[in-house]
């Protein structure tokens, strides 16, 4: 079965909506909802676009990726659509802060919303950080001293790019450049540009379009690993490094 058979199914019982409801709202018929769900036939285009106008999902998302683990919740508003953004809990229903590896950094631009990829990168909980969604983003290069090459930011998801913090720093995925992490300054009287700005001052500021940008994290702490040996900084030792708190944890000033 491909995923927009199983989706469709998925979203609907999301919506607490019996078959026949469900083609009531759509103006489609119960035996046309029953054959896509059941793989025996795929909506053409102009049902896609009527599913993802009543779910108010891009069409790709439907018919690319497996939502059956997605709730409600699992979706945010981007625009006036909402895309999928995978979220992943422990048993006890806590968020888990998903680490992205160094060496999967490049492909966290294609993975971002992909429950696939998010499922498979390393877990773990840090009971110290306030509530929100966080993850872990590797840092590359000495454009934000005094962070160094190879340490972690952990962020918080930022869910409207209007609560920006004037001067204070993010990690910013866009279509152009894919992870960076930057200070970010709202250039005054200007609604469609965000300036990024490194600490190191011999890298210069630059302007990026907000439409182009696809996730914001703002900085909540960053985990140093520079006191330990190259050979120790595999993902599994990072990890434990994590867990066990065996790292400098120290607050970076947001001046």
Request: with cysteine; charged share 30%; proline share 5%.
């Amino acid at each position: 079965m491909k995923p927009i058979q199983a989706n469709i199914k998925h979203l609907r019982a999301l919506r607490k909506l019996s078959q026949e409801r469900f083609a009531d709202e759509l103006n489609w018929t119960r035996s046309v909802v029953g054959s896509y769900e059941e793989g025996r036939s795929e909506p053409p285009i102009d049902r896609l676009i009527d599913l993802s106008n009543f779910f108010n999902i891009p069409i790709d998302i439907l018919v690319k990726n497996d939502l059956r683990k997605a709730k409600d919740t699992s979706f945010i508003e981007v625009g006036n659509k909402r895309v999928l953004f995978p979220v992943t809990v422990n048993e006890d229903n806590e968020d888990l802060i998903e680490i992205i590896p160094t060496k999967a950094s490049a492909g966290y631009l294609s993975g971002y919303d992909d429950p696939e990829y998010i499922e498979q990168l390393q877990k773990i909980k840090l009971p110290f950080l306030p509530t929100g969604t966080h993850r872990a983003f590797p840092i590359k290069g000495d454009s934000m001293l005094p962070v160094k090459d190879g340490a972690f930011i952990v962020a918080k998801f930022l869910e409207d790019i209007r609560d920006i913090k004037n001067g204070r720093t993010y990690i910013i995925l866009t279509k152009d450049d894919g992870l960076v992490y930057k200070r970010i300054y709202v250039p005054e009287g200007d609604t469609t540009s965000l300036l990024l700005s490194s600490d190191n001052k011999s890298y210069q500021p630059y302007l990026i379009a907000r439409d182009t940008v696809l996730e914001i994290w703002e900085f909540t702490c960053c985990i140093n690993t520079q006191e330990y040996d190259e050979k120790e900084l595999k993902l599994s030792s990072i990890m434990t490094m994590f867990q066990e708190l065996k790292v400098e944890l120290e607050s970076i000033k947001q001046l």
